[in-house]
């Protein structure tokens, strides 16, 4: 009768995962800044969108915008473009009080 240690066989030997070396990337920091003034904030009618909401009057340093009420979301979307980024931040999910299962 056979037994397992007859019919061990020895594994083959491993591979590296890369036949290359690995290229090393190098990336260079860009540092940007806009400059505004927020005047107030509150609620009014968004300059960009024309609707509803809470937001704030601001300048741009760079003249874009002059005194104008933009809504929350307006301004940060204007900010992302132009700090040159489209990517928008994770929304944490946070349980919010009466929808308990």
């Known amino acids: 009768m056979r037994t397992?240690?007859?019919t061990f066989t020895r594994p083959a030997k491993a591979q590296p995962l890369l036949k290359k070396p690995a290229k090393i990337l190098q990336c260079e920091e860009i540092h940007m800044s806009i400059e505004l003034t927020?005047?107030?904030?509150?609620?009014?009618?968004?300059?960009l969108t024309g609707k509803e909401g809470e937001g704030m009057t601001v300048t741009f340093k760079d003249g874009t915008v002059k005194e104008a009420f933009l809504s929350q979301?307006?301004?940060m979307q204007?900010?992302?473009?132009k700090a040159g980024t489209t990517e928008k931040p994770a929304r944490s999910s946070v349980p919010v009080p009466g929808n308990a299962l």
Do not use: Q
């Open 73 to 75: 979301r307006a301004f």
């Open 78 to 81: 204007l900010v992302r473009m």
């Open 38 to 47: 927020i005047h107030s904030a509150g609620t009014g009618s968004c300059s």
């Open 4 to 6: 397992a240690a007859d």
